[in-house]
């Protein structure tokens, strides 16, 4: 990412709002309220959040999700929290070696997928309290400040091995 191209979009997107604002009829509608404490960044979408848990007690965990931006700028995930983790970290496999990332871009208008094998997010010293069929919560911190919580299933690794879409289980 260069400067440029972080100077170059959000020039972009206001450039853009300016000429939509200009034919808009009316006050602004104010944005329906934030439901609840969930916190969410505008046209940002998370999907298919899960928590799979280690074979063996006292390893880390493995986190997957979807996200997708309808925004007109990038987003940046600089870190997915998760409740009942007291670590997490986004690694991605070279080969299959693991690499720590830093932040995950999401361009303007795309998605990016966590999933097994691939991009994911690591959990460390997890509570007794997720439990395999359970419900937990994911919160995405984006570069800006911005958050995004959401509800993640708790899964057991023979559970999330039998759903078929992945045989390449990294963890
Ligand atoms: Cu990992």
Same mark, same amino acid.
Not at 18 to 21: A, E, I, K, N, Q
Not at 33 to 39: L, M
Not at 70 to 78: F, G, L, P, Q, Y
């Given at each position: !990412?260069?400067?440029?191209?972080?100077?170059a979009?959000?020039?972009?997107a206001l450039?853009?709002v300016?000429?939509?604002?200009a034919?808009k009829?009316g006050?602004?509608?104010?944005?329906a309220?934030?439901?609840?404490?969930?916190?969410a960044?505008?046209?940002?979408?998370?999907?298919?959040?899960?928590?799979?848990?280690?074979?063996?007690?006292g390893n880390p965990?493995?986190a997957?999700?979807?996200?997708?931006n309808?925004?007109?700028? !990038?987003?940046?995930?600089?870190a997915?929290s998760?409740?009942?983790?007291?670590?997490t970290?986004?690694?991605?496999?070279?080969?299959?070696?693991?690499?720590p990332?830093?932040?995950?871009?999401?361009?303007?208008?795309?998605?990016?997928?966590?999933?097994p094998?691939?991009?994911?997010? !690591?959990?460390?010293?997890?509570?007794?309290?997720?439990?395999a069929g359970?419900?937990?919560e994911?919160?995405?911190?984006?570069?800006?400040?911005?958050?995004?919580?959401?509800?993640a299933k708790?899964?057991s690794?023979?559970?999330?091995?039998?759903g078929?879409?992945?045989?390449?289980a990294?963890?």
């Open positions: !990412m260069t400067i440029a191209r972080r100077i979009l959000p020039l972009f450039a853009a300016l000429s939509v604002g034919c009829e006050p602004d509608k104010p944005e309220a934030a439901s609840g404490s969930i916190e960044k505008p046209g940002v979408k998370v999907t298919e959040a899960r928590l799979v848990l280690p074979a063996v007690a965990a493995a997957y999700l979807v996200i997708d309808t925004t007109k700028d !990038m987003v940046s995930i600089a997915v998760i409740q009942g983790a007291a670590k970290g986004m690694h991605t496999m070279e080969g299959t070696t693991m690499k990332v830093d932040r995950v871009d999401v361009e303007a208008g795309t998605g990016v997928r966590f999933e094998g691939k991009l994911h997010i !690591m959990a460390f010293e997890l509570s007794p309290d997720l439990a359970g419900e937990t994911f919160t995405l911190t984006f570069t800006d400040g911005d958050k995004t919580s959401v509800p708790i899964v690794m023979s559970e999330a091995a039998m078929g879409m992945h045989t390449d990294a963890h």
